[in-house]
């Protein structure tokens, strides 16, 4: 599907033809429009999940693209969980996963952060024509903030994993996903300084990957603003006004990413809503004794 500036563009092109009627115009350009696309993604993301991956898809989205995220996963597309978890599984045995991955993204133009960071390769290999950004902050700001956000609940998270249906699944990012960006099996016993070590490979990975200068690019998201955005992808005088967004920080992402699973995770889990209502009972079982023993003493001293 052509982007809302390529549709105008086209729009120009046509109405500028004398030979063609009005309905025909519209016709032509209702049939560019909806059409179904087979067009290749044109944006995608290298960068990992906090470097500004949710402020780049907000800005990606106000140029014109149609961004995927990983709240796409948690908000409009839980079966996808099921399709990663597949990508997975066959890349640790050498299979190939190059028809999921174009599945999973069919109907999106642009795709950043977590999981898509961890298959920007296998995604250019299958987009050769998109150009790629990798956003990026200092390594040790990076790990203080994933370390507070999408690493600290891993543990909570994998027992979440294990008690959710495929079909609604309560944890968007499959825990065997870590295995394809860090190793299988490493998650759970990973130093800070290893941690940090992969996440500074795939920073010269990208920088290291063949491609014209004019095809990719390095971003750090929020202090570049727009300019340098526009200009790799040729937005000319579309290039918004107002600052770049800044969205996603540690609290939006408890409210954002964590509420909603933990909420999902009550409603959604008979076994653990069961384990809540059982907790809240024993609670005011407690409270309830403990107030008749304050009141019993009171009774008598009296």
């Given at each position: ?6 549709a105008?563009?086209?729009?120009a092109?046509l ?22 696309s ?11 999940g906090?470097?500004?991956t949710m402020?780049?898809?907000?800005a ?10 990983m ?10 969980k ?13 299979e190939?996963?190059?028809?999921l991955?174009t599945k999973?993204?069919e109907?999106y133009t642009?795709a950043?952060?977590f999981?898509?960071a961890?298959w ?8 050769p024509?998109a150009?790629?950004?990798l956003?990026?902050r200092?390594?040790e700001?990076?790990?203080e903030s994933?370390k ?13 994993d294990?008690?959710?249906d495929?079909?609604q699944?309560?944890v968007?990012?499959?825990s ?10 490493r998650?759970?016993?990973?130093t ?11 920073v ?10 004019d095809?990719k ?8 603003g727009?300019e340098?955005l ?8 579309s290039?918004?006004?107002e600052p770049f ?9 408890q ?12 409603t959604?889990s008979?076994?653990?809503?069961g384990?809540?209502?059982m907790a809240?009972a024993?609670?005011?079982?407690v409270?309830r004794?403990?107030l008749?023993?304050v ?8």
């Open positions: 599907m052509l982007l809302p500036a390529q105008a563009h086209a729009f092109m109405r500028s033809s004398f030979l063609m009627s009005p309905f025909l115009l519209l016709l032509l350009l209702l049939l560019t429009l909806f059409s179904p087979s067009a290749e993604l044109a944006v995608i993301g290298a960068g990992w906090r470097t500004g402020s780049l898809k907000v990606l989205d106000q140029l014109g693209y149609k961004t995927y995220h709240v796409e996963v948690i908000e409009n597309n839980a079966h996808h099921a399709m990663w978890t597949e990508a997975s599984r066959r890349h640790l045995k050498g190939p996963v190059g028809d991955l999973i993204l109907n642009a950043v952060d999981p898509v961890a920007w390769r296998e995604l250019h290999h299958l987009n024509k150009k790629l950004i956003s990026v200092e390594p700001k990076w790990y994933a507070m956000t999408i690493l600290r609940h891993s543990w909570f998270m994998k027992a979440l294990r008690i959710s495929e079909n699944p309560l968007p990012v499959p065997a996903f870590w295995d394809r960006v860090i190793g299988e099996g998650l759970e016993n990973i800070r300084a290893e941690i940090i070590e992969e996440y500074n490979k795939n010269r990975d990208f920088r290291e990957f063949k491609l014209p200068e095809q690019l390095e971003l750090k998201v929020g202090k570049d727009w340098p526009c200009k790799f992808l040729d937005v000319g005088d290039c918004p006004k967004p800044r969205v996603n920080d540690r609290s939006d992402f409210f954002r990413i964590v509420l909603p699973i933990i909420i999902r995770a009550i959604n008979k076994l653990l809503l384990a809540v209502v809240l024993a609670l005011l079982y409270v004794s403990l008749r023993k009141v019993g003493r009171r009774e008598k001293r009296e």
